[in-house]
């Protein structure tokens, strides 16, 4: 069974441009979360989504946005790039909210240049 | 509100060596805490878990833990350290049975010398 699957793995973007992250969970599970992980620090949680709907958002601002599809994979959007965007984003899936069964992905290695 | 502190940045030993990296932790409910590990250029693998059972968890890799509430401690050890542990280790706390996200610490990275 495929775990959860992140493209791309490694992605370079100018300053002011946008970019948009995929997230595939595994099969059967129903939510996905997504957090930022800056160099030299411990992931930060960005979003939550489970049945298509927004169930829990960090401190970011509003140039994070992100969705969930019918099949259950999601999309992270990242409007304006500044250059403390550059990060390793990580998908993590789980069954559902309040399940402690998250499995992560292997991340997408943004640098904003 | 919920936070974790990792004691040590870096921590290193020798192989075949004991293995401890301190975590403390703060919540202002029960918490459920994890230890997860990550190795260069790859994603978060979970090493064990305490969700409000046992409070000697035993994870993979011969990893296990101990959860102590009067020191809001949750240290990760392992009697014997092997060349492949050499990782960044994150300690992670979130409320038990409630739908809040994961919260990190800052990782420790440990080194394991030949």
């Known amino acids: 069974d495929a775990g959860v699957t992140q493209s791309p793995t490694h992605l370079i973007k100018t300053r002011g441009q946008h970019v948009t992250l995929r997230c595939s969970p595994i099969s059967g599970h129903k939510s996905v979360s997504w957090y930022q992980q800056v160099l030299g620090q411990g992931p930060q949680f960005i979003f939550q989504y489970y049945e298509k709907e927004e169930r829990g958002r960090g401190n970011f601002p509003d140039r994070f946005s992100a969705r969930q599809f019918p099949n259950y994979s999601s999309e992270l959007n990242v409007n304006a790039l500044l250059l403390g965007d550059s990060a390793l984003y990580l998908c993590?899936?789980?069954?559902?909210?309040?399940?402690?069964?998250?499995?992560f992905g292997s991340g997408t290695r943004l640098t904003v240049v | 509100a919920q936070s974790v502190t990792q004691l040590d940045s870096h921590v290193s030993v020798s192989e075949g060596t004991p293995v401890l990296l301190r975590c403390n932790y703060s919540s202002s409910y029960s918490p459920s805490l994890f230890w997860y590990v990550q190795h260069p250029n790859k994603g978060l693998q979970l090493l064990l878990k305490?969700?409000?059972?046992?409070?000697l968890v035993k994870g993979i890799n011969g990893f296990e833990a101990e959860f102590k509430k009067s020191e809001t401690s949750f240290h990760l050890t392992k009697p014997s350290a092997h060349m492949s542990d050499a990782a960044e280790y994150f300690c992670v706390v979130t409320r038990f049975s409630g739908n809040t996200p994961l919260v990190f610490g800052k990782g420790t990275r440990l080194s394991v010398i030949a």
């Open positions: 305490y969700t409000s059972a046992a409070t």
């Open positions: 993590a899936s789980s069954l559902g909210p309040g399940d402690y069964g998250y499995t």
